[in-house]
């Protein structure tokens, strides 16, 4: 091939470990790394990223197309961001193309501008309200697009805020009523500007470790930000982001997907006036595109986001604070699985700034890199205001009767709370009426028709539904086997919960918040409001409201049963109790009166339970790492989880097993652990079968030279065709 002709080295939008060579456009210059480029693939045309420039190709000149063209004239992906992904590739051993996708906009993933187009808005004109009477019955969409531009006044609406509401033709309606005259189009209106929040004065450990943090912008300093619930995290993370922005630069702050509440957004932008975007996965693809773009111009000074935000293209980044750093949702549990906590701390690494893990309950990774020195461990020991950290007592369930998953203790303390006008809080580990539905004539029971799983009764639609993998079926009126009609529901659910305690208390108002409410944002809003202001005196709930909220008038906390995990098959499944249920503490008595915690428990003596009544995180942790430690288990061990599955049975088991033996002919199996392949703990879901196979190391550097050669032999084998398989590199669930 003729040499002065620069090949480009691109990552494509495919499941392959390699990158794809290609010319450039004739008589263009190369375009710099990380910019998006439009090129042919097979029969279609696909976005992909400048990943390399080089002299050569091994592919013959024949062979080599010219790219169709060059979509961004600055790099997308800024450098920093470029070489951050390039090193997740590599660490997470995933195909670098679908790794640079995670970081564009869905909008950027297609041939679209770099740059969002904001859409015009329409506003009426006073010759179209005239008109309004006179717009016959046939021109019905005509005259609804009129009234609800009449509705939105003088910032008026988007072309697609109308579609909303129109059932079809908004389009042509819009079109012919501009050519009439009696609409127009106007600039949308600015970003709302929010009232400045009154400033809080810092107490002593708060402003000890903000300083501590401040002292070190401009430098890689990882932080440990140990705090109990309530000990007011959140205002030294506000405290360091506004000086690190006060200094001209940009700030992430990573939160669980579930603790970005409107309270939180709200406490951010009031301290941030102008500045904030933020990025979760309820935007819409445009609002997604503008986040982003805000972000890479440096128009947004915060970004406030959940997992993927830790691929934010920041010019200026100068601090991440990653909160709740313990949380499972920072990891992603399918495709490319990478922890954003683990991510997060190598940006910083990377970019050469700090960054702050905050954490009532941190992970036991974290405390070993404290431990040993690599992280900073700054704490928070007392609750602000001086209110207690509250009072916990365990529930023995075994010798006496519970009634709907209640204990008398637990129905008594409810009833001394509402008779004081308390507010309480009820956790339920599962959603739903009851999770198990039998006959008691035959014994049936029922089960998914896809997963090695129960249905759980949702009474309120009459349905069964499987929690794992979202089938639904009606739910039966007699026994499916013999016909009897004396089935029964054991296991208790959040609605059963809440329908016995509203029948224990007829006076008091009980709201119930799990992920069946959530599903509509609105209703999330609406309940946690309610609690704020008090109008909701016993909240039933499932884990997922244990986290981050800061309800005033909770004086109490009953966890109906935390068992569950106390024997679960995962290695980290007394780790994750815990840290629930200190969570779920925390939302008791965070002001002035002390609050009171009830667990109920068939173990109560188990020491997880007897470390959460001392409220001694640290002992546990240190007797679990002790554990660890000595079997070889994360984090002084890499763990990686070779999964596969297929519908059919015996496919996942005979693709690990070639694994296995391939293994042996790497040069790094010396340093390397492969145990042999088994089911997986739930063997069929969703109508697939699957299992895994576990790789250990001590060696991090043979771990990674160790996957690198043995994906590559996994890729060429037969097997590996016939079943959808996945590495996940340092898994957080062990199935
Ligand atoms: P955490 O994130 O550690 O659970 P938060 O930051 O949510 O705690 O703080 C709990 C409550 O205490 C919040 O309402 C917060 O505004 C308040 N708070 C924390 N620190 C202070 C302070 N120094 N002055 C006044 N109020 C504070
Ligand atoms: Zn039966
Ligand atoms: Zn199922």
Redesign the pocket.
Known sequence: MASEEKILRIALPVKLRRLFDYKVEEGRAAPPLGSRVLVPLQKRFVVGIVCDVSDTSSLPDSKLRPIKKTLDSEAALPPALFDLLNWASRYYHHPIGEVMQAALPTKLRQDCAIEPVVPKHYRVRKEGLSALSQISARSHVQKRVIELLANAGAEGLSARDIAEHVSSGASTALGRLVKLEWIETCDPPALPNVEAGSS????CE?LESSLTIARSIGSYAPYLLE????????????DCVKKVVAEGKQALVLVPEISLTPQLIK?FSANIPGGLAVFHSGLTAFQRHQSWWRCRQGAASVILGTRSAIFAPFCRLGLIVV?EEHDLSYKQKEGFRYSARDVAVKRAQMSKIPIVL?S?TPSLESLANAGAGRYQHLR?ST???GSQMPRVAVVDVNHQSINEGLSAAVVEALKDCLAKREQSIVFVNRRGFAPVVSCAACGWQAMCQRCDARLTLHRRSQRLICHHCGSQSRSPEACPECASSDLFFSGDGTQRVQEALAQIFPAARVARLDSDITASPHRLTEILTAVNERQIDILVGTQMLSK?H?F?GVTLVCVLSADQSLYSVDFRGPERLFQQLIQVS?RAG?RKRRGDVLIQTAHPNSEVLSRVVQHDFDGFAKTILTERQQAGYPPFARFALLRAESPKPQAPISFLRRALSASRTVAEIESVEVFDPIPSPMERRAGRFRAQLLIQSVNEKAFHLFLDEWIAILESLPESSRVRWSVDIDPQDMY
């Open positions: 809080i004065e810092l107490n708060q705090g109990v619930t309530g000990s007011g995290k959140t205002e030294v993370y506000l406490r909160d905050g009532a928070l609750r602000h205001g981050g800061d005033e925390g965070r």
